[in-house]
């Protein structure tokens, strides 16, 4: 298949773009919480890796995890090498540098028929960030994270070598490292995934009004067995005997024969105008956003046939929706509880959540599948919750709240989202796992070069002297 090549630019513009130093400016993770740091770009990713300082794609980690580390507040940003380097429609394989988006996947493959295998809830998300976070999507309960759709991957090590690693074969350690690894065992260069071929870029979707939490647990399990994609969305002011109610979403890709014959028109999208002030995110103003969002589907359930874009990515149709939150910024929290702690876990997270006056614009809640090999891979076989929290006060007080109740259900909190985990409870959380993790690291990157504010919050990481 005709795949248009981008050609990379001629030597001498390279040389005057390579590593492209931007003065100090203010680096922070879509959450808007950010400390001053230099981000160094080049189409060259062999080039760019030299010397090991963190990775960096196109920032939407909510948290720290994409922030360069106090002593060495440089990150190498990855966006500028977005070539894909071949796609064999007969496999389905596509090799791409780090810095393509799924974004820019989608624009050019869903045409001819082609989706990742896994998207998360945006498509601007490099390759790079989506092995690195082992991100996953609304399928999780049937094709698990993206990397377990990842064959192969190109490396820069901390010690300065290229490396290739696959998941069975060569450096497969250094492979489950790096998915779900959080940048921290080098510059992952270029990505081998298998796409996934889709008969229509339509989705048939089905919404659902849901009562409370309960029966919210009970229906994403039952659905699971009939659609690949559900995701619920959660008023999470609700209380009483309405605690958890929501709305319930699955999809699954239309038949050729259902869908519409004409390509869908990309979706136009409008930019945020400006930061809100903090009482703009008001209790009151989140429960009159929340209710009319749950009175709006009057009906209890609704069939129909929608725009890709709206199905995965409701939120990007809004550029910078972040701004919303002010100077201040605000955090994800989201954690998974095994389905081993019973429905009443998650009951237990949204009633704590209320009890402290935590309000919420934005609760997602989804199935998750088994985990894969990733080390320190978010996913487990449960119910995942997401909260948007506005930084207040209280967050840090709030963030320990949920994490203890968290803990005590044998929960772990998603790294990738995360700014305000203490140590102590991350390592709680991890302890079957980290030994493994750290291990790798002392194999990897025994002086500690790559580094990032996440890892000096939770590994204790400090530069080797
Ligand atoms: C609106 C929204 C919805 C989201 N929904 C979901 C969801 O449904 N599911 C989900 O799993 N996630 C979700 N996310 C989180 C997002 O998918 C991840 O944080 C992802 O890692 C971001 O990719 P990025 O390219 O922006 O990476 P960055 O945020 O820039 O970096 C993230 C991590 O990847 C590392 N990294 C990036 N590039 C490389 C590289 N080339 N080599 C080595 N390490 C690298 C960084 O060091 C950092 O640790 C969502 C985020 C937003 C803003």
């Known amino acids: 298949m005709e795949i248009p090549w981008k050609p990379r630019r001629n030597l001498d513009q390279l040389e005057a773009m ?60 990855t966006t500028l090498a977005d070539r894909i380097l071949g796609f064999d429609p007969e496999s389905a394989v596509l090799r791409a540098e780090a810095g393509v988006s799924i974004e820019q996947l989608n624009r050019r493959l869903l045409r001819k028929g082609f989706f990742v295998p896994v998207t998360p809830g945006t498509q601007f998300v490099t390759m790079g960030g989506a092995v690195a976070a082992d991100v996953h999507g609304k399928n999780h309960h049937v094709d698990g994270c993206f990397g377990s ?23 497969s350690d250094l492979f489950w490292a790096n998915v779900g690894g959080m940048g921290l065992f080098g510059h992952i260069l270029e990505v081998d995934v298998k796409m996934k071929a889709v008969p229509s870029p339509w989705i048939a979707q089905q919404t659902e009004r849901v009562d409370d939490i309960d029966q919210y647990i009970d229906l994403l399990k039952e659905r699971a067995a009939e659609f690949p994609f559900t995701v619920g969305w959660i008023d999470c002011l609700s209380t009483g005997k309405n605690l958890g109610r929501g709305t319930l979403i699955a999809g699954k890709w239309a038949s050729a024969e259902e869908a519409p014959r004409r390509f869908p028109e990309p979706k136009r999208r409008i930019t945020f105008p400006m930061e809100l002030p903090s009482w703009a995110l008001s209790r009151p103003t989140v429960q009159a956003f929340n209710t009319l969002n749950y009175w709006r589907h009057l009906p209890r359930k609704m069939n129909g046939l929608v725009h890709w874009e709206t199905f995965f990515y409701p939120l990007d149709m809004i550029r910078e929706w972040n701004r919303m939150y002010g100077k201040r910024g605000f955090t994800q929290y989201q954690c998974v509880l095994p389905d081993a702690a019973g429905r009443g876990a998650a009951r237990r997270v949204l009633e ?103 890892s000096e919050r939770l590994f204790g990481d400090r530069a080797a002297t």
């Not at 090991?52 to 920032?59: D, Q």
């Not at 759709?149 to 450096?171: F, I, Q």
């Not at 991350?426 to 493994?436: D, Q, S, V, W, Y």
């Open 18 to 77: 390579a590593h492209v130093p931007r003065s100090m400016q203010t680096i922070a993770g879509w959450g808007r919480i950010g400390t001053p740091g230099t981000e160094i770009l080049s189409e060259d990713l062999e080039r760019l890796s030299v010397g090991a300082v963190l990775s960096r794609g196109l920032g939407r980690s909510y948290g720290d995890s994409a922030i360069p580390p106090s002593d060495a507040p440089t990150v190498a940003t």
């Open 149 to 171: 759709h990842v064959l192969r991957l190109k490396l820069r090590v901390p010690d300065g070598r290229l490396v290739e690693a696959t998941p069975d074969g060569e450096h």
């Open 352 to 454: 704590l959540l209320s009890r402290r006056g935590g309000a919420s614009f934005l609760c997602v809640i989804k199935d998750c599948g088994e985990a894969n090999r990733g080390l320190l891979s978010f996913p487990m076989k449960g119910i995942s919750i997401a909260l948007d929290i506005a930084v207040r006060d209280d967050t840090q007080a709030l963030i320990d709240a949920l994490n203890e109740q968290v803990l005590s259900d044998g929960g772990r909190i998603y790294l990738a989202k995360d700014q305000f985990t203490r140590p102590e409870h991350f390592r709680e959380m991890e302890k079957a796992r980290l030994g493994r993790f750290l291990e790798a690291r002392d194999r990897w990157d025994p002086q500690r070069k790559v580094r990032s504010r996440q």
